[in-house]
């Protein structure tokens, strides 16, 4: 006998694949409210900057941008005006000291050189002329005062013979002349006297006018000497060895006495100058530590002189390079200087957030796993890449630096 079977209804197609979708989207509601709790925002992971909270020693450091500059510039003056005839070095070369870098011309200081000379000849020989004129003077004066000297003493001697006869009763020899020869004697005692005057006011007169003479022969002897140095300096040397920086004259320039010909330097000696803005101007001091980055290359420093003016905010620091120059090195040069301020031994820092400041509160997003959280931080002082964490934050915390300004009414959102 055949037993009919009861046929079991199958739910249609389409409604089963609706049901397993309603499904899937309730759980994924109810996960993801689960998960994201009261995350009101969502963020994309790429377009974050996040950094990892760190603890150890903290070097507290401050930077500028400036360039190098030399140390030591030596304007080369003309001494001589002149025409320039040849220029002999061009900005760049290198010279030695006392190398010719330029020649001037000026015939006037030649023919005035020429008449300087014959006119010390001239004066020489006329003053040889008028010494030995004044040196017989006094040859003459003195030939008169050992005359008179003579004459004075055999008045003297004529006079003594008589007073001895007189005084032994002898009538042979009257008064009166015995007056005579005594008034005799005192005239040429006299005459002594005025002629060893006359010697010496000869010889005054004689050393006066060398005197004067050595003086007119100094002065004309100087100014020849003034325009033989003038004329050797119508060829213009470097000063020092160094490079020749700039050059200011031109062929058939007509220059005059002290003009700029040339600027040369030693292009090994150079310092770097850099500017910090004036808020962290107060952290440098004189011997601090620095390092040096011409985006090739870095090099030690140090710090030697601090600006006491602000300008636009910066002050000028100077640095003295310690290590060897690399090779690009040159003035002018655009760099980067990191000056070391300080150091703390055990400090828990972060990489600068974008919304922090120096010795302040902020509020960064803390990102744990695909949520962040807003937090208050207390942050203290800073670096140049990197702040000091006070408060708020641990070790091996990860946060968000990058700008989140949009995000501010947020107390969560969701990293995707």
């Given at each position: 006998?055949?037993?009919?079977?009861?046929?079991?209804?199958?739910?249609?197609?389409?409604?089963?694949?609706?049901?397993?979708?309603?499904?899937?989207?309730?759980?994924?509601?109810?996960?993801?409210?689960?998960?994201?709790?009261?995350?009101?925002?969502?963020?994309?992971?790429?377009?974050?900057?996040?950094?990892?909270?760190?603890?150890?020693?903290?070097?507290?450091?401050?930077?500028?941008?400036?360039?190098?500059?030399?140390?030591?510039r030596?304007?080369?003056?003309?001494?001589?005006?002149?025409?320039?005839?040849?220029?002999?070095?061009?900005?760049?070369?290198?010279?030695?000291?006392?190398?010719?870098?330029?020649?001037?011309?000026?015939?006037?200081?030649?023919?005035?050189?020429?008449?300087?000379?014959?006119?010390?000849?001239?004066?020489?020989?006329?003053?040889?002329?008028?010494?030995?004129?004044?040196?017989?003077?006094?040859?003459?004066?003195?030939?008169?005062?050992?005359?008179a000297?003579?004459?004075?003493?055999?008045?003297?001697?004529?006079?003594?013979?008589?007073?001895?006869?007189?005084?032994?009763?002898?009538?042979?020899?009257?008064?009166?002349?015995?007056?005579?020869?005594?008034?005799?004697?005192?005239?040429?005692?006299?005459?002594?006297?005025?002629?060893?005057?006359?010697?010496?006011?000869?010889?005054?007169?004689?050393?006066?006018?060398?005197?004067?003479?050595?003086?007119?022969?100094?002065?004309?002897?100087?100014?020849?000497?003034l325009?033989?140095?003038?004329?050797?300096?119508?060829?213009?040397?470097?000063?020092?060895?160094?490079?020749?920086?700039?050059?200011?004259?031109?062929?058939?320039?007509?220059?005059?006495?002290?003009?700029?010909?040339?600027?040369?330097?030693?292009?090994?000696?150079?310092?770097?100058?850099?500017?910090?803005?004036?808020?962290?101007?107060?952290?440098?001091?004189?011997?601090?530590?620095?390092?040096?980055?011409?985006?090739?290359?870095?090099?030690?420093?140090?710090?030697?002189?601090?600006?006491?003016?602000?300008?636009?905010?910066?002050?000028?620091?100077?640095?003295?390079?310690?290590?060897?120059?690399?090779?690009e090195?040159?003035?002018?040069?655009?760099?980067?200087?990191?000056?070391?301020?300080?150091?703390?031994?055990?400090?828990?820092?972060?990489?600068?957030?974008?919304?922090?400041?120096?010795?302040?509160?902020?509020?960064?997003?803390?990102?744990?796993?695909?949520?962040?959280?807003?937090?208050?931080?207390?942050?203290?002082?800073?670096?140049?890449?990197?702040?000091?964490v006070?408060?708020?934050?641990?070790?091996?915390q990860?946060?968000i630096?990058?700008d989140?300004?949009?995000?501010?009414?947020?107390?969560?959102?969701?990293?995707?």
């Amino acid at each position: 006998m055949d037993i009919k079977l009861a046929k079991t209804q199958r739910l249609p197609m389409t409604k089963l694949v609706l049901l397993v979708i309603a499904l899937l989207v309730g759980g994924l509601v109810v996960f993801t409210k689960a998960y994201t709790q009261s995350a009101s925002n969502v963020v994309f992971q790429d377009e974050l900057i996040v950094a990892k909270v760190q603890q150890g020693e903290f070097e507290l450091s401050v930077k500028g941008l400036g360039s190098l500059v030399l140390e030591k510039r030596h304007l080369v003056t003309s001494i001589s005006g002149g025409k320039v005839v040849e220029v002999l070095v061009k900005p760049g070369e290198m010279v030695t000291q006392g190398m010719i870098i330029a020649r001037l011309e000026n015939p006037a200081l030649h023919q005035t050189l020429t008449q300087k000379q014959s006119l010390l000849s001239k004066t020489v020989a006329q003053h040889e002329a008028e010494l030995a004129e004044l040196q017989a003077k006094v040859q003459q004066a003195k030939t008169a005062h050992y005359d008179a000297l003579l004459a004075y003493k055999a008045e003297k001697a004529q006079w003594q013979a008589q007073k001895t006869l007189i005084d032994k009763g002898n009538s042979t020899i009257s008064m009166l002349d015995h007056q005579r020869s005594e008034f005799a004697m005192q005239r040429s005692q006299k005459q002594v006297e005025l002629q060893q005057t006359s010697v010496a006011t000869q010889q005054a007169v004689l050393q006066a006018k060398m005197t004067a003479q050595q003086a007119e022969q100094a002065s004309l002897y100087s100014e020849i000497k003034l325009l033989k140095e003038n004329i050797t300096a119508l060829k213009v040397r470097a000063p020092i060895t160094g490079q020749i920086q700039d050059v200011f004259i031109e062929l058939g320039m007509q220059l005059a006495s002290t003009s700029s010909v040339a600027e040369v330097a030693d292009p090994r000696l150079l310092v770097a100058k850099i500017n910090v803005a004036e808020l962290d101007a107060p952290q440098v001091q004189v011997g601090q530590q620095a390092t040096i980055d011409t985006y090739t290359s870095r090099f030690g420093a140090v710090v030697n002189r601090v600006s006491p003016k602000v300008v636009n905010g910066q002050v000028e620091v100077e640095l003295s390079i310690t290590n060897t120059l690399p090779r690009e090195a040159r003035d002018k040069l655009n760099i980067e200087g990191v000056i070391v301020t300080s150091h703390q031994s055990n400090a828990t820092f972060v990489a600068m957030p974008a919304n922090a400041v120096a010795n302040n509160q902020a509020s960064v997003f803390v990102v744990d796993k695909h949520l962040a959280t807003k937090k208050t931080v207390k942050f203290g002082q800073r670096s140049v890449n990197y702040i000091e964490v006070l408060e708020g934050l641990n070790k091996n915390q990860t946060i968000i630096i990058s700008d989140m300004e949009k995000y501010t009414q947020d107390s969560q959102v969701l990293v995707r």
